[in-house]
Every structure is written in structure tokens, then in C-alpha cells.
């Protein structure tokens, strides 16, 4: 064998090992929709076919305990296309594989049925303390309206990333359930819905440190209703809803540097603690940022039902607290402090915030209606 063809014969090989190399090393290409039947043309009802990728790559998950070990897999949806989905998909082990396309896709669930969710995450160990492994990324998801049932994503699934998720036109953008804590959304917009983020009450061992960060709520009834969750919202948007930006019945809601805007007025206040809340589980905080309304002020900058409640504990009940904010044309009162509402009301404090009217800072309104405890400073 003379030393050329010997060198074809060493180049030829090594190229065709690294093609096999390069294939197994993109397992995600495996779990492209399109090889399960998709066809992603915005007309066909791709449902069945994502159904079908979601299994076969869940069937790779391998679990130890409560640990997640081997086998992560994303579905892959074609750059720029558009799969619709009439039928709800449940990713039966949401810790593992995740949803994702490379420079961005449109999952249409425009047709989905009253009561029905699009996108439900479902854990395959509890606990699932591998975390963020499975990718959610560059997906958007478009629903049937806001003023519907349905919801876009509701996650029974622990420690998951999502980063560029857009979803809007549901009844719920995002639902935390049972046994989903330490969610992070990072560059994720909701809007268009009755409520973005929502909690509700009795779930277990669910709500803990769920952060959304650097996104937007818009445009939607309510941006955040929270019974039973610790969401840390921060750098964010929270603009042109109908209603309060932040409910707040039994969970904590803390916003920091964050810009709540009203294109629109609104009937009562942006934050609000509903007669739900019992104790300091039910508090608003707002640290830094901004407040702001365009045209009409509402009735209350914030406003607090909730009392001591039937948790017990004793105490004042839930409160509510701006500290640091910019506040542009707000409700005041004749003495020029922000004008507060509810049951509760004298647990709501607005401290060393800043009028937005060429006004310097407003002072320090700490527990309005009711004397500071001994040793207690302002705010």
C-alpha cells in the first residue's frame, strides 16, 4: 500500500467517525417533531405527533431517589415554524425533557377547548434536584383568548428553567400546582391573559422562591394572583392591565425594581391583599422601581383586606409595603401622602418614596392610622 492511498484511507476514516460522533452527540435532533409526523404548516393538528416525541424521549429518563441522572432530551420545533395544537400535551417528565427550538417557533394552541391546558409538566422524580437541566427555551405559545378557561402552562415540576418563553391568550399564562417550587423565568413575556402568574391556595409542597426576572406581564386582567406562592418578581415590566397588577391572598408577592405602568386607569389600586390573607403570609413588598399612571389615578395607591385572619398568630394581619419607588400621578391625600384603602388599611407604609410632578421626596408614611411601636423608626 503505497504512503498515499494510506493517508486517503486514515482521512476517509477519521471523517466518518466524526460524523458519527457529530451525530451522537446532537440526541436532541433525534426528537425533532417533524421526524415523529408534524408537519408545523399552522392548518394540520400536530398534537398526536408531539405526543408521540414527548414519549419516546421520556422513555431515556433514568432516575436515582430523587435525582434525576441520565437521559435528558429536548423536543426540538423547527426554527420559525408554526405547529398548532388543538389537544392539550402533558410532558410526562418535565425535570428531564424539555421544549425548545434554536432561534425560535410558534406552538398555536388557538383551538384548545374550554377547561383544557396546553402545556401541563409533569415531574419524573420528586424533588427533581438535578434542576434546570431541561431546556425551555425560544418557544412561543399562542392560546385561544383571555377571556377563556384554559391555561398555558401548569407545572407540577420543581427547579425548571425557562428562558424567551412568550405566552399569551389564556385564562392562566402560568399555574403553579402541586410539588412545582424554585421556577425561574428569565426574558419571558405573558401577556394578553386573565391572570400571567397565578398561585392558588392548598397545594403542597409547592410555591417556594418562584423568581421572574428581566420579563414582561402585559396587557392582561391581572399580572400576578398569588394564594399561596413566594413570587420574587424583579427587573420587570408589569404594564396595561384592567385591574391590580399584584392580588395577593395567602402567598408573598416581592417586587423589586420593577416599572408597574397604567396606560388605562383602574377601579381600585395596582397592589392589593384581598380579605384572604391572614397574617404577614399575605404581603406585598416593593422595593426600588416605579409606579406610574398615564391618565386618571385610581381610587388607592394599594389597598389591604387582609386581617389576622382564621390562621391565627395574632398580630396585624398582612401588609403592604413601597419603599424607594417612583410614584407618578397617584391618589393623595390633602396632606400630600399617598391615599391608601381597605379594612387593613393602617398596615399599608410608603416609605422615602418620590413624586413624579417635580415634587421632592414625599417622607415616610410607616403604619398609617396607627402610632410606631416603642423603638420602632420610620418604616
Same mark, same amino acid.
Given at each position: 500500500?503505497?504512503?498515499v492511498?494510506a493517508?486517503c ?8 467517525s466524526?460524523k ?6 446532537v440526541p ?36 436515582r431517589?430523587?435525582?434525576?441522572v ?15 395544537? #388543538? ?12 421544549i ?8 398555536d ?13 409533569n ?28 391555561? @398555558?402552562?401548569?407545572?407540577?415540576t ?8 412568550n ?6 399564562g ?5 410539588g412545582s417550587?424554585?421556577n425561574?423565568?428569565? #426574558? ?5 391573559c386573565?391572570?400571567d402568574?397565578?398561585?392558588g391556595?392548598?397545594?403542597? #409542597? ?7 426576572e ?5 396587557n392582561s ?7 399561596g ?5 424583579t ?17 408573598s ?10 396606560? #388605562? ?27 406610574q399612571f ?5 381610587h ?14 395574632g398580630?396585624? @394581619?398582612s ?12 391618589p ?16 399599608i407604609?410608603?416609605?422615602h418614596a ?26
Amino acid at each position: 500500500m503505497g504512503p498515499v492511498l494510506a493517508a486517503c484511507i486514515l482521512t476517509l476514516a477519521i471523517a466518518g467517525s466524526r460524523k458519527a460522533y457529530g451525530q451522537s452527540a446532537v440526541p436532541s435532533s433525534s426528537f425533532l417533531v417533524t421526524r415523529f409526523g408534524a408537519r408545523c404548516d399552522g392548518v394540520t393538528d400536530d398534537t398526536r405527533a408531539f405526543e408521540a416525541a414527548l414519549r419516546a424521549a421520556a422513555a431515556h429518563c433514568a432516575a436515582r431517589g430523587a435525582y434525576v441522572v441520565s437521559g435528558f432530551r429536548t423536543i426540538i420545533v423547527p426554527d420559525g415554524a408554526i405547529c398548532r395544537l #388543538n389537544g392539550g400535551l402533558v410532558n410526562p417528565r418535565a425535570d428531564c425533557v424539555g421544549i425548545s427550538s434554536f432561534a425560535g417557533a410558534t406552538l398555536d394552541f388557538s383551538g384548545l377547548g374550554e377547561g383544557r391546558t396546553a402545556l401541563t409538566l409533569n415531574p419524573l422524580a420528586y424533588g427533581a434536584y438535578s434542576g434546570n437541566l431541561a431546556r425551555f427555551e425560544h418557544i412561543q405559545m399562542i392560546g385561544p383568548g383571555r377571556n377563556t378557561s384554559t391555561v @398555558g402552562i401548569a407545572s407540577s415540576t420543581p427547579n425548571t428553567t425557562y428562558s424567551q418563553y412568550n405566552i399569551h391568550g389564556f385564562g392562566h399564562g402560568y399555574e403553579v400546582r402541586s410539588g412545582s417550587w424554585l421556577n425561574h423565568f428569565v #426574558n419571558v413575556s405573558i401577556s394578553d391573559c386573565a391572570v400571567d402568574l397565578y398561585c392558588g391556595s392548598g397545594l403542597n #409542597n409547592a410555591g417556594e422562591q418562584i423568581s421572574f426576572e428581566g420579563g414582561n406581564l402585559f396587557n392582561s386582567g391581572q399580572a400576578v394572583h398569588n394564594d399561596g406562592c413566594e413570587f420574587n418578581i424583579t427587573d420587570s415590566a408589569l404594564d396595561e392591565f384592567s385591574g391590580p397588577a399584584v392580588v395577593n391572598g395567602g402567598g408573598s408577592t416581592r417586587l423589586t425594581s420593577d416599572h408597574i405602568e397604567y396606560v #388605562n386607569s383602574t377601579a381600585r389600586a395596582p397592589l392589593e391583599v384581598s380579605s384572604r390573607a391572614c397574617n404577614a403570609w399575605g404581603s406585598i413588598t416593593m422595593q426600588g422601581g416605579q409606579i406610574q399612571f398615564d391618565h386618571a389615578p385610581p381610587h388607592a395607591l394599594a389597598w389591604n383586606d387582609g386581617g389576622p385572619g382564621p390562621c391565627g398568630g395574632g398580630g396585624w @394581619g398582612s401588609y403592604i409595603t413601597i419603599r424607594n419607588v417612583f410614584l407618578g400621578n397617584i391618589p393623595s391625600n390633602p396632606n400630600g401622602t399617598p391615599r391608601v384603602g381597605g379594612s387593613n388599611s393602617t398596615q399599608i407604609a410608603v416609605c422615602h418614596a418620590t413624586k413624579g410632578d417635580g415634587g421632592g421626596a414625599m417622607g415616610n408614611v410607616p403604619n398609617i392610622g396607627r402610632p410606631n411601636l416603642p423603638a420602632q423608626g420610620p418604616c
